[in-house]
């Protein structure tokens, strides 16, 4: 039984900063591609930042310089500090998780840029 639970998110002020944490239950989680994506209002669910299992990392043009994503294989988390945040940023985020069988999603986090 694969569970992803994310924390960290709330409300920031424009130019603020958010770090978001997501803890994988499951076997082999350093040889999973882990994953952020968000899903603002009326919008469709787009990724955020990716690492893969060798620790190779993209992300969207319109966080790039601005959102760090890392992991810990030891604790089995993979985090997402974000920076410099916008109102365009807000949406509910969720950690993601590939793996043979399929993928998997948390419950999301809301996160909120606003003054």
């Known amino acids: 039984q694969v569970q992803l639970v994310e924390s960290g998110g709330g409300l920031v002020q424009p130019g603020g900063s958010l770090r978001l944490s997501c803890a994988a239950s499951?076997?082999?989680?350093?040889?999973?591609?882990m994953a952020w994506y968000r899903q603002a209002p009326g919008k469709q669910r787009e990724l955020v930042a990716r690492?893969?299992?060798?620790?190779?990392?993209n992300y969207a043009d319109s966080v790039k310089g601005r959102f760090t994503i890392s992991r810990n294989n030891a604790r089995n988390t993979v985090d997402l500090q974000m920076n410099n945040l916008k109102p365009e940023d807000t949406a509910v985020y969720y950690c993601?998780?590939?793996?043979?069988?399929?993928?998997?999603w948390g419950q999301g986090t809301q996160v909120t840029v606003s003054s």
């Open positions: 690492i893969t299992s060798g620790g190779t990392t």
């Open positions: 993601y998780q590939q793996r043979p069988q399929g993928i998997y």
């Open positions: 499951g076997s082999m989680f350093s040889a999973r591609d």
